[in-house]
Nanobody, 121 residues
Framework: QVQLVESGGGLVQAGGSLRLSCTAS????????MGWYRQAPGKQRELVATITSGGTTNYRDSVKGRFAISRDNAKNTVYLQMNSLKPEDTAVYSC???????????????WGQGTQVTVSS
């Protein structure tokens, strides 16, 4: 089991930047996939970015070229650097970890508490 704690959210003007941090309660070396999701009021939660234990990254189309996910295994931390923020990026951003046990048979999902990102125009 792993606990995830996010930080770094806040209020920023359009065009600005924020860096979100997600710190895990244990080593992330063996966590298969970590990522960031976001959810705005009245909308579905959507995937923003993921990074695998091997360093492979994936982004939703709307944030490509603006956001970057990275990891620092020594700090048990995953980051989301968000540049050129737009009002439509406003949402609660949650850190997620996916851990597979017994090979690919069992997937455990862990979530942080979320951090609010508000982008004003």
């Amino acid at each position: 089991q792993v606990q995830l704690v996010e930080s770094g959210g806040g209020l920023v003007q359009a065009g600005g930047s924020l860096r979100l941090s997600c710190t895990a309660s244990r080593s992330i070396d063996n966590i298969n996939t970590m990522g960031w999701y976001r959810q705005a009021p009245g909308k579905q939660r959507e995937l923003v970015a993921t990074i695998t234990s091997g360093g492979t990254t994936n982004y939703r189309d709307s944030v490509k070229g603006r956001f970057a996910i990275s990891r620092d295994n020594a700090k048990n931390t995953v980051y989301l650097q968000m540049n050129s923020l737009k009002p439509e990026d406003t949402a609660v951003y949650s850190c997620h970890a996916a851990v597979w046990r017994l090979g690919p048979l069992i997937k455990d999902d862990y979530w942080g508490q979320g951090t609010q990102v508000t982008v004003s125009s």
